[in-house]
């Protein structure tokens, strides 16, 4: 039998003129939550197009988020391997 499994990930951005934040929330099957950042700075010579920024912070926050995640299985590797 197949098990169909899902995640979702949340993503809230806080900004001004020049500074992008992303927060992430990876909540896990298990009951583990992972939390995760990425941030973004406009140069002030660019358009201030906010989107960019938006997604260059919670590309980098996607980004922590997965070594989080492979450090986090790679940990429960090695634990099951122990037993």
């Known amino acids: 039998m197949v098990e169909v499994a899902g995640w979702h990930v949340e993503i809230e951005f806080d900004e001004d003129e020049t500074h992008t934040k992303a927060a992430a929330l990876l909540r896990l099957r298990d ?8 941030k973004a ?3 002030r010579k660019d358009p201030d ?3 960019i920024g938006e997604e260059l912070a919670g590309a980098r926050a996607l980004t922590d988020l997965a070594e989080q995640l492979t450090a986090k299985a790679q ?3 090695k634990e099951l391997r122990r037993k």
């Open 31 to 38: 009951g583990a939550e992972l939390r995760a950042h990425g």
């Open 41 to 43: 700075t406009r140069d």
């Open 49 to 51: 197009e906010r989107r």
């Open 75 to 77: 940990g429960e590797v």
